[in-house]
């Protein structure tokens, strides 16, 4: 493993400074290795500090403004004041979905207040990313598997498959809200008169095929270039041997595809945990549509504290998942991935 | 005739029906590798050509259902174009084209530096490393904004090239790096040894044997990354000014010539212009993705 | 040794990140910081910058261009931000909370005014500020001021207009109950009776407070607490939950907003549509409309007689941490001299806020919805004016439209509402 790094010294004085560009042949292992931790951190620093000043210092600000609370009319001047430290007061909100009461206190949020939605919008997001991601991973694997065939017209598929991508989130929205309209073109093709973005679950099912039809070419591609490193012969011996299709797939195609496909799957997840365009702009929230990012953007016009902290439970919750997903799921990216070039597994 | 040549015919016979089988059974795979391509068309296409058959419609008729083209014009282009209402759609198709080209380049060489690392050397901290990569496309993007907002303003930047650029390489960079060490491990990585063994440096051999044959994967990953930098919207439409917006912030201030008036038409022929550009890049690039593709696979 | 090695460029990293945090300040927490501001830079001249959502209809550019030749050593440069009021709101936001001096004078919608004012952005208009007021419509200006102070100029007005179909309505209702005992005209004519925007966003807000006043109910008191407990609330509500039910109100109206609706009406599946001015122009020009020579506009239908529209329409308001303050409020006065207003009116079909213009005859023969659109303005009630707007409008539309659908019943959804607006405003 790699991580087996044992205890080394280096004799050699750590130069900082221009990395080094080729180290003596020749030394002994020690102080390869410790070329090898000078190379990684070298390699390393422009990525973590792009991380670091757009992503960090963001997550940091926000952490620090969730424990304020938010500013308070001053019923004298009708001017807002700073509402000072809040404690945890503002997670614990959220939480227990309790809200300012007019007399003082807390009580139970009342339906319309961003604060009665918490545990809602947390239940449709994970129904939004299940649905999605499953439906994105067998459709993206289908698709992927036919334009690795050979076949006349392969290039006009692989093209038309990223069409849906290539098209910026803001336009897909107002597409498919204008394809969702009563008298649209969705209601008319099928001779039904659905009110698509107006109940329960035609409004689900019209955020998941739109959203489908956008990020399933994402899925699509990661799963082809994964699929073409798998060599023919593989495929040749199996057949030879009389593996069935079914079983070549499951004994061949999924295992030597699982890298590719879990990081499709991995951060197509984080992604739809982030959802927000399309249910904002196709239902504006309604008909138990509104996820935990159209929460945020809600709240960030009501207070930015109390948004603030939402924001960093959301990355919680996000972060839960990536942690079971990777940990228990088998889907150890870290792990395969820190087994490089040592043979597979 | 003998017993020789009957068994002969027989056999003949035999592997004539085999053949046909085979035949047969390679025909129907084709069959439904076909079927399944114009499914697969109808499904990706299918909305886009209501976008494009929208973007031809007269305004007055934006709401026709006719299936095929009507009242067609060029209008909704000419307006999609016309800077005399301020639209800057030519200039934010350039400034998109370059915000997503730099972001794409400086995104995979600083990509490709990590992968590398995280694939191939020893290290300490490699999963915390991994974890920290990972976490930083964790937070809910819509909350970034006010914070770089006033970050970019302290520091005067708003309204430039970088101030777009930096956010959108942060957030190709997880992927980016992700992909990149999940191919780097598949890579035949003896010949990187052999090349070492004939005199090369690590980095030489990386150089010289490693990236022709990871040109695939890197060209798989400069897609992703370019479309989703030329799909961002949130971040710009903040921090963006008149004369650096990208495309997409250009296309959500398209308005109609009345207030309340949703101009689909013109959005919808923007969003065709738009679509256009990538893919005749991915047309032009998919040859070498294949084409490495394969090279890659015949190890 | 190797550690210290590795960490070396990424401890460079953090911190850089680090020291970056450090200048970025304490982040979104709003202050009333604008106050020292306010009396500050007061007889400030030099250029300015005016800030305001697209320039739809190409009225803005030509207005500068005049005044900029008119003023050489104080130009105006026009900053134009996206179609979308949320967006449009969220830009100001980001500018005045960096103390941004880059904006000087932003069109403010109605409904934020409130906002800004309390977060201490905006400059207070009196005193050495002060605007003469006395020609503008009285709800324009109600709704450009906050504690009775104004705080903005109002630009332009708008409100809702009752189209109905001429050819099938002999006299246009002047009451919600007229109105529904014509539906059926509609239920003869098999088509839709009454819509207006239904689907949940701020179109909801505008009709389910014109639901509420025009059956002479208050989302909000004068002292600005939430009023819904009352009969007259309640039957404001009830009237569209009722319609709705009774299919009075198709049941494709949950999903529109202003151009579904709008497109329903030309398409000839409705007999009476609550809309916006925009509507005149294009219903009865476009080529797809079926109703180019039927169309009728009179005012919205109230209790008694015309009922109060919601009020739509900007303000300009001049930002506290502008150094060229002089300069702003002459480039407001100008934004409100007849001239410009009619200038507003036929280059961009915007509702003027001066009453004199809507008898102006040359306007009427051009735009002949003025008329009504002045009962309408006149009647007008601002939306709630409030700090917490953006609450106050989220409460409004999840219960009107729960209400609505039936899926509460009225009681249930204003008692909600009324709860809803009493925490938001009972601050933290």
Same mark, same amino acid.
């Given at each position: ?345 | 005739?003998?017993?020789?040549? !009957? ?13 046909? !089988? ?242 689909? !038409? ?34 | ?98 103390? @941004? ?7 403010? @919608? ?38 009775? =102070? ?47 925007? *239904? ?11 014109? +639901? ?17 407990? =009352? ?33 329903? *009406? ?5 007999? *009476? ?9 294009? +219903? =009865? ?18 209790? @008694? ?28 006065? *100008?934004?409100?001299?007849?001239? =410009? ?69 009225? @009681? ?17």
């Amino acid at each position: 493993m790699a991580t087996e790094v044992g205890p080394t010294s280096v004799k050699a004085p750590a130069s900082g400074g221009a990395p080094i560009h080729h180290a003596p042949k020749g030394v002994g292992e020690d102080n390869r290795i410790a070329t090898q931790g000078r190379w990684a951190a070298w390699l390393l620093a422009p990525t973590i500090l792009a991380l670091s000043v757009v992503i960090v210092y963001p997550i940091i600000t926000a952490i620090v403004m969730s424990f304020q609370k938010d500013a308070g009319l001053d019923p004298a001047t009708g001017l807002f004041v700073e509402g000072g430290p809040a404690g945890f007061s503002n997670y614990y909100n959220w939480i227990f979905q309790q809200c300012p009461a007019p007399s003082g206190g807390t009580v139970d949020c009342p339906p319309g207040t961003l604060g009665a939605q918490f545990w809602s919008a947390t239940a449709t997001t994970f129904f939004f990313t299940i649905v999605t991601v499953a439906l994105e991973t067998v459709l993206g694997f289908w698709m992927a598997v036919i334009m690795a065939r050979a076949f006349r017209g392969r290039s006009l598929v692989r093209a038309a498959v990223l069409v849906p991508w290539a098209i910026p989130t803001a336009v897909t929205a107002k597409l498919w809200l204008f394809i969702f309209a009563f008298e649209g073109i969705g209601n008319k093709l099928f001779n039904t008169s659905i009110l698509w973005t107006g109940s329960e679950w035609p409004a689900r099912w019209a955020v998941i095929i739109a959203d489908v039809w956008k990020t399933t070419p994402f899925m699509a591609l990661l799963i082809l270039a994964g699929l073409q490193m798998i060599p023919a012969e593989v495929y040749e011996a199996a057949k030879v041997d009389g593996a069935s299709a079914w079983q070549r797939f499951r004994m061949i195609t999924l295992p030597l595809v699982k890298p590719a496909l879990m990081v499709a799957i991995l951060f197509r997840t984080l992604d739809a945990l982030r959802m927000f365009d399309l249910p904002y702009i196709l239902t504006g929230g309604a008909n138990n549509t509104t996820t935990l990012s159209i929460l945020v953007i809600n709240q960030i016009r009501q207070g930015f504290n109390a948004a603030a902290a939402l924001s960093t439970i959301t990355f919680i919750i996000i972060f839960l998942v990536a942690f079971i997903f990777v940990r228990f799921l088998g889907a150890n990216v870290v792990e395969q991935q820190t087994g490089a070039g040592k043979g597979k597994k | 005739m003998t017993a020789a040549t !009957t068994a002969a015919t027989e056999l003949r016979a035999e592997q004539d029906r085999g053949r046909k !089988t085979a035949q047969n059974r390679e025909k129907w795979a084709q069959g439904r590798t076909y079927i399944s391509a114009v499914v697969i068309l109808i499904w990706c296409l299918a909305p886009a050509y209501w976008m494009v058959v929208t973007a031809f419609r007269d305004v007055g008729y934006t709401y026709d259902t006719s299936i095929l083209p009507t009242h067609v014009t060029l209008d909704n282009f000419k307006t999609a174009f016309d800077t005399s209402f301020g639209n800057h759609f030519g200039q934010a198709l350039l400034n998109s084209l370059f915000i997503g080209s730099v972001v794409t380049v400086v995104s995979l060489l600083i990509g490709v530096f990590a992968a590398y690392a995280l694939a191939r050397l020893n290290f300490k901290f490699k999963y915390l490393v991994l974890g920290f990569i990972l976490g930083a496309s964790m937070f809910p993007g819509v909350a970034l904004i006010t914070p770089l907002f006033q970050l970019f303003t302290n520091i005067g930047w708003m309204g430039t090239y970088q101030a777009l650029i930096i956010p959108n390489i942060s957030f190709v960079l997880p992927l980016t790096v992700y992909t990149m060490t999940s191919f780097f491990r598949e890579m035949p990585w003896e010949l990187e040894e052999s090349a070492r063994v004939d005199g090369c440096t690590q980095g030489q051999a990386f150089r010289k044997v490693i990236m022709p044959l990871a040109a695939p994967a890197i060209f798989t990953t400069a897609i992703l990354a370019f479309i989703s930098s030329w799909n961002e919207f949130l971040i710009a439409s903040q921090l963006s000014s008149d004369a650096t917006q990208p495309v997409t912030v250009a296309i959500a201030s398209f308005a109609g010539a009345q207030p309340n008036q949703i101009p689909y !038409t013109a959005i919808m022929a923007a969003g065709t212009i738009v679509t256009i550009p990538l893919v005749i890049l991915v047309l032009v690039f998919q040859r070498k993705i294949v084409a490495g593709l394969t090279a890659g696979a015949v190890k | 040794m190797k550690t210290r090695n590795f960490l070396l460029p990424v401890a460079t990293a953090g911190v850089l990140a680090l020291t970056l945090s450090a200048c970025g300040g304490g982040g979104g927490g709003s202050s009333s910081g604008g106050s020292d501001a306010a009396s500050q830079g007061l007889d400030g001249r030099g250029p300015i910058t005016y800030v305001q959502g697209k320039d739809n209809s190409n009225v803005v550019r030509p207005l500068i261009e005049k005044w900029n030749a008119a003023h050489p050593n104080e130009k105006v440069t026009f900053k134009e931000q996206t179609d979308q009021a949320d967006q449009q709101h969220d830009d100001l936001v980001q500018h005045f909370q960096a103390k @941004d001096a880059g904006y000087d004078v932003a069109s403010v @919608d109605v409904v934020w005014t409130a906002e800004f004012a309390a977060k201490g952005w905006l400059q207070p208009l009196k005193d050495k500020m002060a605007l003469d007021t006395s020609a503008m419509l009285k709800p324009t200006v109600v709704a450009a001021s906050y504690k009775n =102070t104004l705080y903005a100029a109002p630009e332009s007005s708008d409100g809702g207009i009752l189209y109905y179909r001429k050819d099938l309505v002999p006299t246009p209702p002047k009451t919600w109950d007229e109105m529904m005992s014509m539906c059926s005209i509609a239920k003869a004519n098999n088509m839709g009776c009454y819509s207006g925007q *239904f689907k949940k966003y701020e179109g909801l807000t505008v009709n389910a407070s014109e +639901a509420i006043n025009s059956a002479g109910g208050a989302v909000l008191d004068a002292d600005g607490k939430p009023s819904l407990l =009352t009969p007259e609330a309640k039957a404001g509500m009830a009237n569209l939950a009722k319609a709705y039910a009774d299919g009075s109100i198709p049941k494709e109206a949950i999903t529109f907003q202003e151009e579904e609706s709008r497109q329903a *009406f030309q398409d000839g599946k409705l007999l *009476f549509l609550r809309n916006w001015p925009y509507v005149y122009n294009l +219903a =009865t020009t476009e080529g797809s409309s079926k109703v180019k020579d039927v169309l009728g506009m009179t005012a919205l239908p109230g209790k @008694d007689g015309p009922g109060a529209s919601s009020l739509g329409g900007h303000s300009a308001a001049i930002s506290v941490y502008s150094k060229n303050k002089a300069t702003a409020l002459d480039f407001l006065k *100008f934004l409100t001299t007849e001239e =410009t207003q009619k200038f507003f009116a036929t280059q961009g079909s915007l509702a003027p806020v001066l009453g004199a213009l809507y008898e102006d005859k040359d306007l009427v023969a051009k735009l002949p919805y003025l008329p009504v659109l002045k009962t309408s303005i006149e009647n007008a009630v601002p939306r709630p004016v409030t700090p917490f707007y953006p609450a106050v409008t989220k409460a409004i539309q999840e219960n009107a439209y729960s209400a609505i659908k039936g899926e509460k019943t009225v @009681d249930a959804a204003l008692s909600d509402m009324q709860k809803s607006i009493e925490s938001a405003s009972a601050g933290q």
